[in-house]
């Protein structure tokens, strides 16, 4: 139980409140969960900590776009996972507007490009080189693209530049943007039962790894520039000839106001940082043990004092 | 057999209303046809006729906010709401706030539910609602089902306590109802999700905004019904109040309320309906509980699981809708004058007694004070097997039914949707209005599309009129005949209506999953969707409209020998029309909705821009978009309206 989890770590967490200056805020530090789990359980396990160190933490559900307004005016305290190339756009756009900055990042990278699920290797064994790809693009035709190839893109709203990638590349393939995650994964899924081959947008950390095994397709690699300068790349006409950077950042961010606020829990924010195994294994304690988030949660923390102990302490 | 003598007689002012509509007609199809030798500004609005309205509505709601300082009043009326969401949050699954003594056990408010249903109808209703809690029990669920109720309990009243004010206001005042009648319009045909922007600002997100968007959604049908019903109360009863020499206010609270009782507790049935039916929608902004599990199962690509939190919802509107219904229905309970206490509050008493014993019993036995995920059944398995046997079946047929709708149907209608001239299809709107409802309606169909064309998001608009247009086609050839099938017996329109229902407050977004396994991410798959939403009010106002028809009109056409197809077809339907025009209504009313959501499965309609609206929290785009979708719903409403009072008046039917 989470009862006990917190009681287990009350007698140091008592240590470390007395020992911090300014005593945190009784309120309750108001921490966003999204909708996919590797989130939702990172958000429980933080929240558990800053409960073991005394304070009190609610959990609401937002929109993982929207959520940045809501951490500007305060409404929502920090957010846990901010995904450079998902959601770096609207992060820096409401620290223009300014109330939330950046707290640091995870050790974990993010990556986020072209992927596809195993099977599809058979019907194209020269996988995973872009050109090798393209040279199948019509095994991934679909009536709607005709004679080329489909790429199932992500929302428009993740700005992926997939199109100018595609143009920039003079690939056969048309990108069809999905309305939602869930939609990629369905296609992914559907795909299975035929082993039909499909090329989708995906990214890592991420649970449909477990799921499905799969690769990311090998682009061009990322150079500075090559998003802004024509030059770069080797298309020297074009921006976007090449793949995403295969090292994205995995920030998180705070309010304004918490360090005043909850100063001892704001420390121990700043020491946060969870590695990709480490998110791998909480989307995994949800999505194939079927626990509830709560419970991975403290059944992660249970596991993993030593990885997450030291973070309060040096926040005292 | 001779026409039937429901034949409306034509007029003179009907002829030349047609005559009118026929020469815009072909007005149209010549812009349509010269498009090669149009000028531009014809085709297309050129970039300097846009009229910038998103950023009149963000200024408008900055200047609301900062310079009127209503974030403060919004944001306070919110904090007043939260303290009373805290309360049932804490009773209901225990959240640490005052009074502090939740949860109650499951088995406790299990009962409750059970001699709520017993004291309004009887054993069955009883059964139904105490088993609608068990099952939600059971099935580990319990926690995410109070966090809804919990919100809902706050929601439903304020909603009922809105509407009933508003509703007499609009009573006693004639210009507050005309300022508030197109108020409500179009607040009923706005997309849930353009409300949801400007809450978000106003109030944040997490349970009160959910609270908020609720009330908000919920409450048109509330004043309308109320409005409705205090107009009914027939003037003897208020003369009757007057002799008594009652003072106004109370001729309004002990006359003319308690006179309109029933449609007021049917308005409030509606609340609740729409309650339930924000519960998925309203976790996009913070909404705890069912909605949002239900949206990380789907994530999670979990569709069995999501299945039976779909199903709880159904039960609890069905529930919630069997209790209201039948607290509308009853009549109150007089007792002999000299009857004990005790026996006058037996089912109070039993309920105590209950409360009492469920509660000790749960201190000694935990299990039935909750439930735990891992003790608790599920039918998930099952479930998941039958949903993949069911696409592995109809595999076959969908592969072939997406090739050739997209390749031969819904590619050349988009195609050629967006290739028709701004100003033909503008033309062509006005050729239909006239020929419904003369000049005036031209008039306003030319309002409400030429508004659309000059808020610049004119193509995409066009995609959703495309689908939503075919989506209904499809809906009236399936919904159609459906209907007719089911208006021949009277258990047989039962089992059909019943079958609506469930459809109808399933969540929605169950659906999305399956149907892009079935045809993938395009166009099929969200025509799929949509028509699924559509069908339903099609069947329903089928039904409805056929079996409403007089049986001495269909005895009449019997004796003058017609078979039975005769009967259908020149006494049935044309009778039954004007209803089963309200059904088209409602479908295309469903279908706007369900588009809007539909930009989940991937559109490049105002549904898509909707969702990036939503997530840069952009007010005054989110609005721009909602009322265009709003705009295409009245325009049809309009027609429809105008089209079933003159068919109705010609029937001799009102």
Redesign the interface.
């Known amino acids: 139980m989470r009862f006990t989890s917190l009681l287990s770590a009350s007698a140091l967490a008592l240590a470390s409140v007395t020992a911090a200056q300014a005593q945190d805020s009784s309120d309750p530090i108001?921490i966003?969960t999204h909708?996919?789990?590797s989130q939702?359980v990172m958000s429980h396990v933080v929240g558990q900590i800053f409960e073991s160190m005394g304070n009190?933490v609610e959990y609401?559900?937002?929109?993982?776009?929207?959520?940045y307004?809501?951490v500007r005016?305060g409404?929502?305290t920090l957010e846990l996972e901010v995904w450079e190339g998902a959601f770096g756009p609207?992060f820096e756009?409401a620290m223009e507007k300014g109330g939330l900055h950046d707290v640091g990042d995870h050790d974990a990278v993010t990556r986020e490009d072209w992927w596809y699920p195993m099977w599809t290797k058979e019907s194209c064994p020269g996988l995973p080189s872009w050109e090798a790809l393209n040279e199948c693009a019509a095994l991934f035709a679909?009536?709607?693209t005709g004679d080329k190839g489909r790429f199932?893109g992500g929302?428009?709203?993740w700005l992926k530049h997939d199109q100018e990638r595609v143009d920039a590349l003079g690939m056969d393939f048309v990108v069809?943007?999905?309305?939602?995650?869930?939609?990629l994964?369905?296609?992914v899924?559907?795909a299975e039962?035929?082993k039909r081959p499909v090329v989708i947008f995906n990214w890592t950390p991420n649970?449909v790894e477990a799921?499905y095994p799969g690769e990311f397709v090998e682009f061009p690699e990322y150079v500075d520039g090559c998003k802004d300068d024509p030059a770069v790349g080797p298309n020297p006409e074009m921006t976007y000839d090449c793949g995403n950077p295969a090292n994205g950042y995995l920030k998180k961010a705070a309010w304004d106001g918490m360090e005043e606020k909850w100063p001892s829990a704001y420390a121990t924010l700043k020491n946060i940082s969870f590695t990709n195994p480490q998110i791998a294994e909480m989307a995994k304690l949800?999505?194939i043990d079927e626990?509830?988030p709560e419970?991975a949660a403290a059944e992660w923390l249970e596991q993993n004092e030593a990885v997450w102990k030291p973070w309060i302490d040096g926040g005292a | 057999m001779t026409t039937v003598a429901t034949d409306a007689p034509v007029s003179v002012p009907g002829q030349s209303r047609l005559r009118m509509a026929q020469v815009l007609f072909g007005a149209a199809v010549c812009l349509a046809l010269a498009k090669g030798m149009l000028p531009d500004a014809l085709i297309r609005l050129p970039d300097s006729w846009v009229v910038p309205f998103a950023d009149w509505f963000n200024a408008m709601f900055n200047f609301m906010r900062d310079d009127l300082g209503l974030i403060h009043v919004t944001r306070a009326f919110a904090d007043g709401l939260d303290w009373f969401l805290d309360v049932t949050a804490n009773l209901l699954y225990g959240k640490?706030r005052w009074p502090r003594i939740g949860p109650i056990p499951w088995s406790v408010i299990a009962a409750t539910a059970a001699i709520v249903g017993y004291a309004l109808n009887g054993w069955r209703l009883a059964a139904m609602s105490g088993l609608t809690f068990v099952w939600i029990a059971v099935m580990g669920q319990w926690q995410w089902a109070m966090e809804t109720l919990s919100v809902i309990l706050i929601a439903a009243p304020v909603s009922v306590l809105l509407g009933l004010v508003m509703g007499t206001l609009a009573w006693r005042s004639a210009r507050f109802r005309a300022v508030l009648n197109p108020l409500l319009n179009v607040a009923q045909s706005l997309p849930h999700f353009a409300y949801m922007i400007p809450v978000?600002?106003f109030v944040?997100?997490?349970?009160k905004a959910g609270a908020i968007v609720t009330i908000i959604f919920s409450v048109p049908p509330m004043i309308r019904m109320t409005l409705l019903g205090l107009q009914k109360v027939p003037t003897e009863v208020i003369e009757a109040g007057q002799m008594a020499a009652a003072t106004p206010w109370q001729l309004l609270r002990h006359v003319r309320l308690p006179t309109a009782r029933t449609d007021i507790l049917v308005g409030v049935n509606q609340v609740i309906m729409q309650c339930l039916a924000m519960v998925v929608l309203a976790?996009?902004?913070?909404?705890?509980g069912l909605g949002?599990k239900l949206?990380?199962l789907?994530?999670?690509?979990k569709i069995g699981r999501s299945f039976e939190i779909g199903i709880t919802i159904v039960l609890l509107a069905v529930m919630l809708d069997r209790c209201s219904k039948a607290w509308a229905m009853k009549q109150p309970v007089h007792m002999e004058k000299g009857t004990p206490w005790a026996v006058r509050h037996r089912l109070f008493l039993i309920w105590v007694f209950a409360t009492v014993v469920l509660w000790v019993l749960s201190l000694i036995f935990p299990i039935l004070h909750e439930i735990g995920?891992r003790e608790a059944l599920s039918l998930a398995g099952p479930l998941d097997v039958a949903m993949?046997w069911i696409?592995?079946t109809l595999?076959p047929v969908t592969q072939w039914l997406?090739?050739f709708l997209?390749?031969w149907v819904l590619?050349p209608l988009r195609d050629g949707m967006l290739w028709l001239p701004v100003s033909a299809v503008l033309v062509f709107l006005m050729s239909v209005g006239w020929a419904v409802g003369g000049r005036r309606s031209a008039l306003i169909c030319l309002a409400y599309f030429g508004l659309i064309a000059l808020s610049g998001w004119w193509d995409r608009a066009m995609i959703t009129v495309y689908t939503v247009t075919f989506s209904v086609f499809i809906a009236t050839l399936i919904g159609f005949p459906a209907g007719i099938w089911g208006s021949r017996s009277a258990r047989r329109a039962k089992t059909v209506l019943l079958v609506c229902d469930t459809l109808q407050t399933f969540p929605s977004f169950i659906y999305?999953?399956p149907v892009?396994?079935?045809f993938?991410?395009?166009?099929v798959a969200v025509v799929g969707a949509v028509v699924l939403f559509a069908a339903v009010p099609l069947i329903r106002y089928t039904i409805e409209g056929l079996r409403g028809v007089p049986d001495a009109q269909i005895e009449a056409a019997d004796m003058s020998g017609a078979t039975r197809k005769q009967t259908l077809w020149s006494v049935r339907l044309p009778l039954a029309l004007p209803t089963i025009m309200v059904g088209v209504n409602q479908s295309v009313m469903f279908s706007l909705f369900m588009v809007i959501i539909?930009?989940?499965?991937?559109?490049q309609d105002l549904g898509?821009e909707m969702?990036?609206a939503?997530?840069?929290?952009d007010v005054g785009k989110g609005m721009v978009l909602g009322l265009a979708v709003a705009f295409m719903g009245l325009m049809v409403d309009h027609l429809v309206t105008v089209w079933a009072t003159r068919r109705r008046k010609a029937l001799g039917m009102g």
Do not use: H, K, Y
Not at chain 1, 176 to 183: C, K, L, R, T
Not at chain 2, 204 to 207: F, K, Q, S
């Open positions: 108001v966003p909708n996919w789990s939702i009190s609401v559900s937002t929109d993982s776009q929207a959520v307004e809501s005016l409404d929502v609207a756009a679909t009536p709607e199932l929302p428009v709203d069809v943007n999905a309305g939602s995650a869930s939609a994964w369905a296609e899924g559907s039962r035929d649970f799921l949800v999505d626990l509830e419970d | 640490n978000v600002v944040g997100v997490g349970p976790s996009f902004i913070g909404m705890p949002q949206l990380q789907l994530q999670a690509l995920r993949d696409i592995a595999d997406r090739w997209i390749v590619i999305l999953i892009i396994m079935l993938g991410v395009n166009d539909a930009a989940f499965i991937g559109t898509q969702q990036r939503l997530s840069s929290s």
